[in-house]
């Protein structure tokens, strides 16, 4: 299995530290989120990454180069200069990811859950990893019913940003700038979604406010 790892955004919730810095070089816990990223797929058996690049793409290029420091092989999806959200960005990097079900990474989250451990059934387009709703995200985004995702307004979980599709998920698509979720809401109509719910440590440091609480947390631990 191949990975993706997003990280061509701008990280506007970060700022002033994204104005000078992409998102996925910001360090917690003493190196970049990333890198985090990068060592649980190398602990995983995924070697073959595909990571976009977009805002300060340079110095993540310079600061990965082919990622063999990192135990795995970077293939870089060069975006230009106006990010492609992320239903754009996946869909612009499917002929870097080939033919089979690959995984998605936000490079902006912190996760303790093995990825090895992640399969997409036969009948799924997509399988979505979701936690308990965060303070910060109280409604949560979907439902989960025997193993299904569903749309609906109660008993919501978060999609943490960990995910499984095939490139059926992104059927009809063209190459532009366009996000991940009206694709869901298709697939999830279509009884095209599994899921499952992950009740570990996860940490969504998209703003500086939750980084400082993230690196808290993992100072607390060494």
């Given at each position: 299995m191949k990975a993706m790892l997003l990280a061509a955004g701008r990280g506007e919730r970060l700022r002033p530290i994204t104005d000078t810095l992409p998102k996925a070089l910001v360090p917690v816990g003493g190196k970049p989120l990333v890198a985090w990223h990068l060592a649980a797929l190398a602990r995983a058996g995924i070697r073959d990454v595909v990571v976009n690049l977009s805002w300060l793409g340079g110095q993540l290029r310079a600061a990965l180069g082919d990622g063999r420091d990192f135990g795995?092989?970077?293939t870089w999806s060069e975006e230009g200069p106006v990010p492609l959200?992320?239903?754009?960005?996946?869909?612009?990097?499917?002929p870097l990811l080939g033919p089979e079900p690959f995984l998605v990474v936000n490079s902006d989250i912190w996760i303790?859950?093995?990825?090895?451990?992640?399969?997409?059934?036969s009948d799924a387009h997509a399988h979505l990893v979701l936690v308990p709703n965060p303070p910060h995200h109280p409604r949560g985004d979907f439902g989960l019913e025997t193993g299904w995702v569903v749309n609906r307004d109660t008993e919501r979980f978060t999609?943490?940003?960990?995910?499984?599709?095939?490139?059926?998920f992104f059927g009809g698509c063209r190459d532009g700038r366009f996000p991940l979720l009206p694709l869901l809401n298709r697939a999830i109509?279509?009884?095209?979604v599994r899921?499952?719910?992950?009740?570990g440590q996860w940490s969504d440091?998209?703003?500086s406010e939750r980084l400082a609480d993230l690196n808290a947390r993992l100072r607390a631990l060494q």
């Open positions: 795995v092989r970077i959200e992320t239903g754009g960005g996946i869909f612009h990097a499917l303790e859950l093995p990825f090895s451990g992640l399969e997409l059934p999609y943490c940003g960990v995910g499984l599709y095939r490139p059926e109509g279509a009884r095209r899921g499952e719910l992950y009740s440091a998209g703003t």
